[in-house]
C-alpha cells in the first residue's frame, strides 16, 4: 500500500466500448467519435487532471461471431462503427504536455518494418509519450479481410509475434546509433546530416520475415515504445513475461487476478527479467457520487440503459464462441478457440473455484460487464480501489466511461482529490512515458535486463 497508481483512461474509436447499450443514454456523447475536437477535449481534460496515460483498444474486422453474422452487433452498437485509432494521436499530443497514448496496433496485421517507422514517428511527435499494446488479434474476419484464408493459429500468432518483436527491436535499438545524427560539420569541414558508419543493417532472416535494411527513422525518445500487453492465455502470458512493461490482467475475482499476476511473475523470472519491474492493471468503471445515495441512484439509472445481449455479442467476438445459441444460465465453462482463450477460461469452475452462469460471467449484477465496478461516496470508492489493488496484486487501473464525459468528470472532481489525499497518485509526470510508470529506473529506455537489449 502507499505505491502510486497507474491511472489511464481506457477507450475505443467507437460509439461502445465496454460500456454496452450506454450509448443510449441522453447524457452520453460519444456519438462526437468522428470529431477531432471530442478526442482533444477528452486528452486534454485527462491531462490536466495527471492520468498517466490514454489507451485506445482496437479491433479489425466486424464483431460477426454471435449470429454468425455483424447485424446484431451493428444493431446494438458494440464496437461499431469503428475508426482507426493511430491517426488521433498526433493531435492529442498537441493538446497536451504529459499526458502519454497506448495505441492498438496487431503483429498479425502489420509489417514489423512499417509499424518500427510508425511508431518511432509518433513517439517523435509525442515526444516520447508512446505506449504500443501489442496484440496478435482474435477475430476471424480480421484473418478473411486481410488477406488469409482463416485465423491462424492461436499459439503460432505469438511464435510470429516473437519474431516480429525481435525485428523492431533490432530496428529501434540496433540500427541507429544514439549520436548518429550530426547535422552539421565534421573535423575536416565536411557537412553531413548522417554519418552513414553508425547506421547499420540489421539482417534479419528468419521463419516469418526478411527485413535486411536499416530502419528508416532516427532514435526517437524512448527509442522502444512503452510496451503493453493483455495475454493472460499459457502462450500469451509467456510471451508477456518475456516482453511487455505493462499487462492488463483478468480473473474471475481479486484471487483470480492474483494468480495470473503471480503466473506471469515468476515467467519473467524465468526470462531473466527483475518480476517486480513488471506493471500489472485491470480494466475498472466507478460510479460515484457526493453520497452513498446519490452514487446507488446513478448506478441504477446507468442499469437501465445497460445492454445485456451488447455485453454477450463482445463475449462472442471475443472468445470464438456463438452466444447466441446458450441460455444465460448455463455454467460457463472453458473450450478451446483460436481467439481469445484466457477470457473463457478465466470463469472456468476449473479456474475459478465456483460456477458461473453466463449471465453472472458476461452481465454481474453488481458491475458492467468485464470492467471491475467501484460504486459509492468518494471514500468509498478510494477504499474499494485500494482494496482491490492489494487482494489483486495490481498497480492500477485502465478506467473505461459508462457515461461520456461524466464518468471522468465525476472520477476527476470526486475520487481523484482523495487519492491524492492518500498519496496514490503521482506528484508529478516524467518527461517521456517510461519514465512516468517508472520512475525508478529514470531511463527513458527499456530497463537493462529486457530482452529488446539481448537481439
Not at 506528484?427 to 510508470?437: A, F, I, Y
Request: hydrophobic share 35%.
Amino acid at each position: 500500500m502507499g505505491q502510486h497508481i497507474i491511472l489511464n483512461g481506457f477507450t475505443m474509436a467507437t460509439v461502445s466500448h465496454l460500456n454496452y447499450g450506454l450509448w443510449r443514454h441522453p447524457a452520453d456523447q460519444t456519438y462526437r467519435y468522428k470529431d477531432i475536437t471530442y478526442w482533444t477535449e477528452l486528452a486534454r481534460t485527462l491531462d490536466d487532471a495527471g492520468f498517466d496515460a490514454l489507451f485506445i483498444a482496437d479491433a479489425l474486422g466486424q464483431i460477426d461471431v454471435y449470429g454468425n453474422s455483424p447485424d446484431a452487433a451493428l444493431k446494438h452498437g458494440i464496437q461499431s462503427p469503428l475508426i482507426d485509432p493511430l491517426l488521433l494521436v498526433s493531435a492529442m499530443a498537441a493538446a497536451t504536455t504529459s499526458l502519454g497514448f497506448g495505441i492498438t496496433l496487431s503483429t498479425t496485421y502489420e509489417h514489423p518494418y512499417l509499424l518500427a517507422r510508425k511508431l518511432t514517428t509518433l513517439d517523435h511527435l509525442t515526444k516520447g509519450r508512446l505506449g504500443w499494446n501489442i496484440v496478435t488479434s482474435q477475430q476471424e474476419s480480421a484473418a478473411r479481410n486481410l488477406g488469409l484464408d482463416h485465423q491462424i493459429p492461436h499459439d503460432e500468432r505469438y511464435d510470429r509475434a516473437d519474431e516480429f518483436m525481435d525485428i523492431v527491436y533490432k530496428l529501434w535499438l540496433k540500427s541507429w546509433e544514439e549520436d548518429a545524427v550530426i547535422r552539421g560539420q565534421t573535423a575536416s569541414g565536411e557537412w553531413i546530416y548522417t554519418d552513414p558508419e553508425k547506421v547499420h543493417p540489421i539482417r534479419h532472416d528468419g521463419r516469418y520475415y526478411r527485413v535486411p535494411d536499416g530502419h528508416t527513422a532516427e532514435p526517437s525518445p524512448q527509442r522502444v515504445p512503452v510496451l503493453l500487453q493483455a495475454g493472460a492465455s499459457a502462450r500469451g502470458g509467456a510471451f508477456a513475461a518475456r516482453h511487455a512493461e505493462v499487462i492488463f490482467v483478468v480473473g474471475a475475482g481479486a484471487e483470480g487476478t492474483r494468480k495470473n499476476v503471480r503466473r506471469i511473475r515468476e515467467e519473467a523470472a524465468r526470462e531473466g527479467r527483475d518480476p517486480e519491474s513488471l506493471r500489472f492493471i485491470c480494466a475498472a468503471a466507478v460510479v460515484v457520487g457526493e453520497t452513498e445515495e446519490e452514487a446507488i441512484r446513478k448506478f441504477a439509472e446507468y442499469k437501465v440503459f445497460y445492454d445485456a445481449t451488447g455485453s454477450l455479442i463482445h463475449y462472442s467476438s471475443m472468445t470464438g464462441v456463438d452466444f447466441s445459441k446458450n441460455q444465460t444460465d448455463e455454467v460457463l465453462t472453458y473450450r478451446p478457440t483460436e481467439a481469445s482463450q484466457s477470457v473463457l477460461e478465466q470463469f472456468d469452475p476449473a479456474i475459478s473455484g465456483r460456477s458461473w452462469t453466463i449471465a453472472e460471467a458476461t452481465s454481474p449484477a453488481e458491475g458492467f460487464g468485464r470492467a471491475k465496478t467501484f460504486v459509492g461516496s468518494p471514500e468509498t470508492v478510494a477504499d474499494q480501489i485500494e482494496r482491490w489493488l492489494e487482494e489483486s496484486e495490481t498497480d492500477g487501473l485502465n478506467l473505461i466511461q459508462l457515461i461520456n464525459p461524466d464518468s471522468y468528470n465525476d472520477f476527476i472532481r470526486l475520487v481523484l482529490p482523495e487519492l491524492k489525499r492518500r498519496g496514490r497518485i503521482r506528484p508529478k509526470p516524467g518527461n517521456t512515458l517510461r519514465e512516468s510508470l517508472f520512475p525508478q529506473n529514470s531511463s527513458a529506455h527499456p530497463a537493462a535486463d529486457h530482452p529488446a537489449w539481448r537481439c
